[in-house]
């Protein structure tokens, strides 16, 4: 399973992103999806997460009023909507696949096993 996200840039504080993961060599729909992101010096850490079918999304406490994420099966691609961005959220964003059981093992990396290359948004004040 092969992951490409894209869609980051640089941007001021206070505007918005849309990242994009396409993924290709796999059953999509089979894949709880997740975006994760790190920053120099720093562990990498959950940001969003959403189910096979779209039915459930997780967000961490810092974005979930900010973020949204979302995912087209038919396009086998997810995505993660960043309004409102603060010079925090700066960092190397990665997408993420893997069959997570239960929900609350979806803010941990190691229970993705597909990665992307990770697309850098960095946000000036």
């Known amino acids: 399973v092969q992951l490409q996200a894209s869609g980051g840039g640089l941007v001021q504080t206070g505007t918005s992103l849309s990242l994009s993961c396409a993924t290709s060599?796999?059953?999509?729909?089979?894949?709880?999806m997740g975006w994760f992101r790190q920053s120099p010096g720093r562990k990498r850490e959950f940001v969003a997460s959403?189910?096979?079918?779209?039915?459930?999304?997780f967000l961490r406490n810092s974005v979930k009023d900010r973020f949204t994420i979302s995912r087209d099966n038919a396009k086998n691609t997810v995505y993660l909507r960043a309004n409102g961005l603060i010079p925090e959220d700066t960092a190397v964003y990665y997408c993420?696949?893997?069959?997570?059981?239960?929900?609350?093992?979806?803010?941990?990396?190691?229970?993705?096993?597909?990665w992307g290359r990770g697309t850098q948004v960095t946000v000036s004040s």
């Open positions: 959403i189910s096979k079918s779209g039915d459930r999304a």
């Open positions: 060599g796999g059953t999509f729909s089979d894949f709880t």
């Open positions: 993420a696949a893997g069959v997570v059981e239960p929900d609350a093992a979806v803010g941990l990396a190691g229970t993705y096993t597909y």
